[in-house]
């Protein structure tokens, strides 16, 4: 298997509800990354990993704490979201260095709050 | 700050013809990156290209081409003879160079929507 996995691909929660997204590389990278897609609005940037540690938290409200307990993967944990909260979350893989080496991203898990 | 603009929300074209989508950044730095990434309909962004700030070539591959003009900023994106698998969403973005064993961090524009008609 190649290439950056994320499951589920759909997801529909309840605001009290506790779930978590998975994410998983195939690629040898050594940095991983979280971003949230939301209508209309441009990709934005949550958590970075790099090297397994985290790098980057962009003001991201602690509903939503991830976890990367290796290098292949990535997890984001959600507890008591809210409806503005639905969006596409999609990972992604990179190699570090000085080269700024592109993102690999995964399909994404669809959110739905309700 | 970085800012990536992509002024065009659709664009709707008929097969065989050509397209350019514009894409506008800003930056301070005097070291960065461009990227092109393709949205299709599955979700997953696909890598199309990266080019760094000391490089204006022009780059061509296949249908694709790619015009890198610094003086204005723009790193714009042109398909010839368009064909339906085109469509899709395609973002333009931004990176600032990190030395090594830092991770990349992409500002992303707010892509563009083609949709290619038989």
């Known amino acids: 298997e190649t290439g950056v996995t994320q499951t589920p691909r759909h997801l529909v929660m309840g605001m009290t509800n506790k779930k978590s997204l998975k994410c998983e590389q195939h690629l040898g990278h050594n940095a991983m990354y979280w971003y949230k897609q939301s209508a209309k609005k441009p990709l934005e940037l949550m958590f970075v990993y790099s090297l397994e540690e985290r790098v980057e938290n962009n003001s991201v409200p602690s509903r939503f704490s991830p976890e990367c307990p290796n290098s292949s993967h990535l997890f984001l944990h959600l ?26 991203f995964g399909n994404g898990t669809r959110l739905t709050v309700t | ?25 800003e930056t301070r730095d005097t070291t960065y990156y461009l990227f092109w990434y ?54 333009c973005a931004l990176s600032e160079a990190f030395g090594a064993g830092t991770a990349s961090k992409l500002t992303f524009g707010t892509g563009t929507r083609l949709q290619v008609t038989l």
């Open chain 1, 79 to 104: 507890h008591t979201l809210q409806p503005e909260d639905s969006a596409l979350y999609l990972c992604a893989s990179s190699l570090t260095g000085n080269d700024n080496s592109p993102l690999h």
């Open chain 2, 1 to 25: 700050a970085q800012k990536v603009t992509q002024a065009q929300t659709e664009i709707s074209v008929v097969e065989k013809e050509d397209v350019t989508l514009d894409c506008v950044y």
């Open chain 2, 38 to 91: 393709k949205q299709p309909p599955s979700g997953e962004l696909v890598f199309l290209i990266r080019r760094n700030s000391f490089d204006e070539q022009n780059e061509i591959s296949g249908r694709y081409s790619w015009n890198f003009q610094k003086s204005t900023s723009s790193f714009n994106f042109t398909i010839t003879a368009s064909q339906v698998v085109d469509s899709a969403v395609y973002f």
